[in-house]
Antibody, heavy 119, light 107 residues
Framework: EVQLVESGGGLVQPGGSLRLSCAASGFTFSNYWVSWVRQAPGKGLEWVANLNQDGIEEYYVGSVEGRFTISRDNAKNSLYLQMASLRAEDTAVYYC?????????????WGKGTTVTVS | DIQMTQSPSSLSASVGDRVTITCRAS??????LNWYQQKPGKAPKLLVYAASNLQSGVPSRFSASGSGTAFSLTISSLQPEDFVLYYC?????????FGQGTKVEIK
């Protein structure tokens, strides 16, 4: 079964750091771009970051640029999001997603999410 | 950044109704537009990719079209499980953006 499972969420004080993990299974992880998407309580979806297959190309939403770092370990089939200088507005459910493409990219497999609370 | 605007933000309809949700991009994004469905407390689910391609397993009552700056998602006959949230998302630029979401409610 194709699956993504996030972990590492929790309660952290403003200014603190946290590392989220996403374990992939059921597909060849190293063949895919991957994404992090978040959703603040009662709000819509916000794309956070993308990373290509070999971990070289990375892109971020402006609000996290310089504070968050996306990375991967293909040998461990794992994706990470290192979050630093956390703010109250970073409070959200964080989802990891697999990125497929058909002329254009899309997120076709999602994890169930992990909750980050900055307070 | 490319801004995505969905309309309406919410709509009320009955089981069996036909509804259409629209999504507009602030600049041309060709066909790089995806639609997701989100049920309460759950992760989003891909419905449509590249503007008009139904994801495997998605019921045929869902359809989508558009290109450039204007896109739409149509549900031909609403079923009880369709009364949830829908989001559009562009993948044209290197930084992606979602629309604000459309909540489909039971009338």
């Amino acid at each position: 079964e194709v699956q993504l499972v996030e972990s590492g969420g929790g309660l952290v004080q403003p200014g603190g750091s946290l590392r989220l993990s996403c374990a992939a299974s059921g597909f060849t992880f190293s063949n895919y771009w991957v994404s992090w998407v978040r959703q603040a309580p009662g709000k819509g979806l916000e794309w956070v970051a993308n990373l290509n297959q070999d971990g070289i190309e990375e892109y971020y939403v402006g609000s996290v640029e310089g504070r968050f770092t996306i990375s991967r370990d293909n040998a461990k089939n794992s994706l990470y999001l290192q979050m630093a200088s956390l703010r109250a507005e970073d409070t959200a459910v964080y989802y990891c997603a697999r990125v497929s493409h058909y002329y254009y990219q899309y997120m076709d497999v999602w994890g169930k999410g992990t909750t980050v609370t900055v307070s | 950044d490319i801004q995505m605007t969905q309309s309406p933000s919410s709509l009320s309809a009955s089981v069996g109704d036909r509804v259409t949700i629209t999504c507009r991009a602030s600049q041309s994004i060709s066909s790089s537009l995806n639609w997701y469905q989100q049920k309460p407390g759950k992760a989003p689910k891909l419905l449509v990719y590249a503007a008009s391609n139904l994801q495997s397993g998605v019921p045929s009552r869902f359809s989508a079209s558009g290109s450039g700056t204007a896109f739409s998602l149509t549900i031909s006959s609403l079923q009880p499980e369709d009364f949830v949230l829908y989001y559009c998302q562009q993948s044209y630029s290197s930084t992606w953006t979602f629309g604000q979401g459309t909540k489909v409610e039971i009338k």
